[in-house]
Nanobody
Framework: QLVESGGGLVQSGGSLRLSCAAS????????IGWFRQIPGKEREGVAC????????KYANSVKGRFTVSRGSAKNEVFLQMNSLRPEDTAVYYC????????????????????WGQGTQVTVSS
């Protein structure tokens, strides 16, 4: 089970920190990805972090503004979002999937089978 938190309403240029708490899926076996979706559009990959925590990947639209990291607690992953823009408004989901390679990850939603319920992020202009 994955549970996201930390969403909310923020002004353009502001920051939010999303958290993903995972039970049943352990950091030893699962890569974690962050995705976002707006009504009528496909789920978009935002960022991911490898099992090792040493490799991260970002969508071009968020590079330099968002940072994904694993927490000191074994099953926590964070998404620090800075310089937020109105176009970042969406429901944000974390996903988890087993991966043999501990040093890579994917932001392709098709690779993921475990999902949280999502948290709404709204950025006002």
């Amino acid at each position: 089970q994955l549970v996201e938190s930390g969403g909310g309403l923020v002004q353009s240029g502001g920051s939010l920190r999303l958290s993903c708490a995972a039970s049943e899926v352990t950091s030893d076996d699962y890569m974690i990805g962050w995705f976002r979706q707006i009504p009528g559009k496909e789920r978009e990959g935002v960022a991911c972090v490898s099992i090792s925590g040493t490799y991260t990947k970002y969508a071009n639209s968020v590079k330099g503004r968002f940072t994904v990291s694993r927490g000191s607690a074994k099953n926590e992953v964070f998404l620090q979002m800075n310089s937020l823009r109105p176009e970042d408004t969406a429901v944000y989901y974390c996903g988890a999937e087993r991966r043999l390679d501990k040093f890579s990850c994917s932001i392709d939603a098709d690779y993921y089978n475990y999902w949280g319920q999502g948290t709404q992020v709204t950025v006002s202009s």
